[in-house]
């Protein structure tokens, strides 16, 4: 599988990571067969958080990792921490939280629960998942040396955070934040969208982010795409769904040609932008994470790029 070189560093993984939000869902072999999958297709990189699952995903990962094939030493693990889940409001996967809170303490702790629920001894990257508006960047910038002081974490960054909000913590840190998580997929393209429409009064000509794409592009900060194959906020898939049949035809024909999956075309087309981008899959069934990584040795042309994202519902002003 094709390699992203991490935030621009010789930090270097597959295009591909498995995100395990969902894992606390499977049985201890069920999850071990997913991870296994995952790497036996050139998968390395594993994606958490502390909240998944409420820290069951973590403590099932722990598990799967014991009887599964794959060593510790063979995976990047990455996980994420800052929100205080609300377990009223919350259910089984999805949580949500009830606020946020980047305090060196909580931080700190944060790593040491995820370090004791998935049984590993370091994290290859800590994001900030979501950002806090009560947060003082000092705190952060300690709980971060004392992390990596302490071998605890290796890399840092952040999730769905603006570039203003990046500046303004990484001013503070003396670690470079290498990572952003954003949600990305051809349904969900408006840092793509506003970035044709410059000069237009049309919808789509809102920037809603600060030019978050040109930003990671210029920073070298590597882009993780979560739901590649949502649309909405988790309304649904768009691959095999009759509300996108022009989308799905396209997805078709490409398949058919490169002899892959709509899944594949459709991580293709994320990996074919040059924002050195890194698909998260979030499904643990194996058959379609094989499928779905098959795409990151898929070149799509520029044509056939923007015939997607045309068929997306798309257009050129």
């Known amino acids: 599988m094709k390699q992203r070189n991490i935030g621009g560093t010789n930090f270097k993984a597959s295009a591909v990571a498995l995100g395990i939000m969902r894992m606390e869902a499977l049985s201890a072999e069920d999850a071990a067969k997913a991870l296994d999958s995952a790497y036996d297709a050139g998968i390395n990189y594993i994606d958490s958080a502390d909240i998944y699952g409420m820290g069951n995903s973590e403590k099932v990962f722990k598990q799967a990792l014991a009887k599964s094939s794959v060593k510790r030493d063979q995976l990047y693990i990455q996980s994420k921490g800052g929100i205080i889940f609300d377990p009223a409001r919350s259910h089984g996967s999805f949580v949500f939280g009830q606020r946020y809170d980047f305090s060196k303490q909580h931080l700190i702790e944060s ?13 290859d990257a800590f994001l900030l998942h979501r950002p806090d508006p009560l947060m003082e960047p000092e705190e952060i910038a300690a709980a971060f040396d004392e992390l990596q002081a302490s071998g605890k974490v290796r890399h840092f960054g952040v999730s769905n955070f603006n570039p203003e ?13 290498l990572i952003n998580q954003l949600q990305f997929s ?40 979560w739901s590649p194959f949502q649309y909405g906020f988790f309304d649904g898939t768009f691959i095999n769904n009759d509300k996108f049949k022009e989308l799905n035809d396209k997805l078709q024909e490409l398949a058919d040609k490169y002899g892959v999956s709509k899944n594949a075309i459709a991580t293709a087309w994320i990996l074919r932008h040059p924002a ?26 520029k044509q056939e790029w923007y015939d997607v994202y045309f068929a997306a519902g798309n257009d050129l002003p």
């Open 111 to 123: 790593v040491d629960g995820i370090l004791e629920r998935m049984g590993i001894d370091y994290l």
């Open 165 to 177: 909000q990046i500046e303004m913590v990484q001013a503070a840190t003396s670690q470079r934040l």
């Open 186 to 225: 051809i349904m969900h393209s408006g840092m793509i969208d506003e970035g044709l429409h410059v000069n237009m009064t049309d919808d789509r000509s809102v920037m809603h982010d600060g030019g978050l794409l040109e930003y990671s592009r210029r920073k070298h900060m590597t882009v993780q795409t």
């Open 276 to 301: 050195n981008m890194q698909v998260l899959l979030g499904t643990m069934t194996p058959a379609h994470i094989v499928d779905s990584a098959m795409g990151a040795d898929v070149d799509l042309t």
